[in-house]
C-alpha cells in the first residue's frame, strides 16, 4: 500500500483536513514531533537538534559544521521505515524529506490567502495581528526549510502532485479530492516504488557517511549505483574525487561509485582534512576591512568563523545562535564593547568571550574580567596568538559541555 504526505498553511483548517483523510483513508497520521522523536531515540542525538533543523533558520556557522544536513539526513532515515510500513499520512516539514522519486507516496498541500487565514485564525478565538504574526512565522520557517533543501519556497508546486487552494471549499471537498488522487495507478506501491525507497535509504546512509567526515556532497542512487555531485570551490578534484569515493565505498549496498561535477564547481582553495566540528567564532567590529580579513583568516585555520559590524547586530544574532566564542572590540559607534560583553554573559553566559581592542586602557581591561572576559588582548594581534587564545577559550566551553551532559 501507498501513503501520503500532507503539507499545510497554517489555519488552512489542516487539523480537520487530516483527521477527515486519516478517517476516509483508514490510515495513520504521524507528525513531526514523532520522527524526531524516533530519530532522537535511534541515533542519540538531542531532540532539540532535531527540532531546530526543521524549523529555525539555517545557522551562519552551518556551512562549517553541516549540522542541519547531518540533523535532515537522520530524519530522512527515520522516515523511511514508517515509508515501508505504509498506509501512514504524514504531516508537517518531515513531508518534504521524501523524495520526488519515491513516487507511491503522494505529495500534497493545502494553501490559501494569507487574508482568508487569518479571517479563520480571528474565527478560532484570535487576535488579527497575533494571527498574521502566527501566519508570518510559519510561512518564513516553511521556506527557509524548503529553501535550504531544494532551493525553493514552500509553495512551489513542483514539490507536490497535487496542490489544493482551500479559498471556501471545505475540509470535506479537500479530502475528496485528495483520495481521488491517492487512487490513481500510479501510486500504487510496485517492485519499482519498493526499488526507489531501497535507493533513499542507501543514499541517506551514504550522505551520513560523507557528513561525518565533513563532505557536504550531493547524493543519488540507483540500485546500487551512486553518483556523487560535487558543488563547491575545488583545488584538486581528482584527489577530491577518490576521497568520497572511498567514504562511500564502505556503506554497504554501494557497487559503484561516480563523482561529477554540479553546476556550482569551479576551481578554488580548497582544504581537505579530517573533520571535526569547528569552534563557531562570532566576530565583532566595527572595522569592516579588518574583521572581515581576520574572519578569512580563521576561516583558513578551520575555525568557522562570522562577522557582524557592531554591538546591536551582535545582540540581534544571539537571538537565534550560540556561538562558542565571541572576539569583541572595545570601541564601536552605537553599543560599546562592554555593553555587549554585559548583555551577552546574562543571556547566554556560556559564551567565551575574548576582548581584541586597539584603544583599551589597564582600567577597561580589569573592568572586561571582572564582567566575565575570558582574555583581553591588544592590537595588533598575532593570528597564531589569537588562535591559541580562542583554542583555550573552545576548550573550556566543551569541558563545560561535557560535565553538564
Known sequence: MSSIALFSNKFTQEKEIREKLAVASGYTIVKDEAIIEEASRRFSIEKDKLTRALYTQTSVFNKFTLERERAAAILKLAMVDHIKRSKVIFTGFVTHLIPSYV?????????DEKSSRVQRAVKEGLQEKKAAKLIRNHDRMATDWTDFLFGKAATDPSLYDIVIPLGSGSPEAAVQLIMENYHKPALLETEQASRALSDMSLSVRVELALLEKGYGTGVECRDGQVTLCVNKSVLNFSRLASTLTKIAETV???????VVTGKNYHVSVYRDQEFTLPPKVLLVDDEHDFVQTLSDRLNTRKYGSYPVFDGQQAMELLDHETPDVMVLDLKMPGMSGVEVLTKTKE????IEII????????EDRKTCMKLGAFAYLQKPVDISSLATTIDEAYRKVASTKIAGA
Not at 513516487?103 to 494553501?111: C, E, K
Not at 554497504?252 to 561516480?258: L, M, Q
Not at 581584541?356 to 589597564?362: D, K, M, R, V, Y
Open 103 to 111: 513516487t507511491h507516496v503522494l505529495r500534497v498541500a493545502i494553501v
Open 252 to 258: 554497504d549496498g554501494v557497487e559503484a561509485v561516480e
Open 347 to 350: 543571556v547566554k553566559p556560556e
Open 355 to 362: 576582548i581584541l581592542t586597539g584603544h583599551g586602557s589597564e
